[in-house]
């Protein structure tokens, strides 16, 4: 059953963190870390052309300016001391890079410096470390950054492009999404030293932006293999795909990370309804 949320909605605080792209002009998080000094909602917001960073409480008070400039894809740590992000550097120009600030948006500290596009960051399970794509040899690839000494490394080494990293809950593996030479796309994962490189997915279709479940079993992922976009679920090594949404989902203007609930039982994503608005589904997985 799928049931659709406003996303104006409490409710999703409860649920999980759910940092995505909405629409074309909104990035949400939802933040459910118990220990983090973050606001129940961080979110981006347009003004003009700029995109500017806040933070406010599930009822919409407490609206806080966190950080000004134009910023994507907001993550807290699992540890709730640090928010990452993507921020552009220079106004008209295609150059952001990965930063991270303290939640109250202080001690703001840029962690690369590829004078390239870089988005997507998600922290490692333990908060040390982060993966994020950036444009790197005339292709998307996936990096991986230490929080710890500063290292950078590019972990696919790939011509073909790489985006859109998740991390496994174990923190030994990252799974993917690659285009192919024939421009289909599909899902991968590869181990954190870069080797065991697996396709889960081999579909003439494009398989998009996997996701974890929390247990590690499980990973989601949206697919146009039935016509339109629709959210799917596989096990860990590919096998046994199911579709979760039930022709809901029309082509999204703003597809996301599917974002599981704490048990695993749901998973909850953006519905694009048309004219430039989205809501929330609640999907169950069976």
């Not at 939802?30 to 960073?53: C, L, P, Q, R």
């Not at 470390?129 to 230490?146: K, L, M, V």
């Not at 024939?182 to 579909?203: E, F, H, P, R, V």
């Amino acid at each position: 059953m799928n049931t659709i949320i406003n996303i104006a909605t409490p409710l999703i605080c409860s649920l999980l963190s759910l940092s995505c792209t909405l629409s074309p002009s909104v990035d949400i998080l939802v933040n459910s870390n118990a220990i983090a000094k973050f606001n129940d909602i961080v979110f981006t917001s347009y003004k003009g052309d700029k995109k500017f960073m806040y933070s406010m409480n599930s009822d919409g008070g407490d609206k806080k300016q966190l950080i000004s400039g134009t910023n994507h894809e907001p993550s807290i740590s699992p540890n709730g001391k640090y928010m990452a992000f993507s921020h552009e550097l220079y106004e008209g120009e295609d150059i952001s890079e990965i930063f991270i600030m303290n939640p109250d948006g202080s001690n703001i500290k840029q962690l690369t410096h590829h004078s390239s596009i870089s988005n997507g960051a998600v922290w490692s399970p333990d908060s040390k470390s982060i993966a994020y794509y950036t444009w790197d040899n005339d292709n998307w690839e996936i990096f991986i950054i230490s929080l710890e000494d500063g290292t950078i490394r590019n972990l696919t080494q790939d011509p073909l492009t790489q985006t859109y990293p998740s991390w496994s809950p174990d923190g030994k593996t990252i799974a993917f999404h690659q285009q192919e030479k024939d421009d289909d796309w599909n899902i991968y994962s590869i181990n954190i030293d870069g080797s065991s490189k697996k396709q889960l997915t081999n579909n003439k279709a494009e398989d998009w932006i996997p996701s974890w479940s929390p247990n590690g079993e499980k990973i989601s992922f949206w697919s146009t293999r039935n016509g339109n976009w629709q959210v799917f679920t596989m096990n860990k090594d590919g096998s046994n795909k199911k579709q979760v949404s039930k022709n809901i989902l029309t082509h999204s203007t703003g597809i996301c990370p599917a974002r599981w609930s704490p048990d695993g039982l749901n998973l909850v994503v953006s519905v694009d309804m048309g004219a430039n608005n989205s809501d929330i589904a609640n999907l169950v997985v069976n």
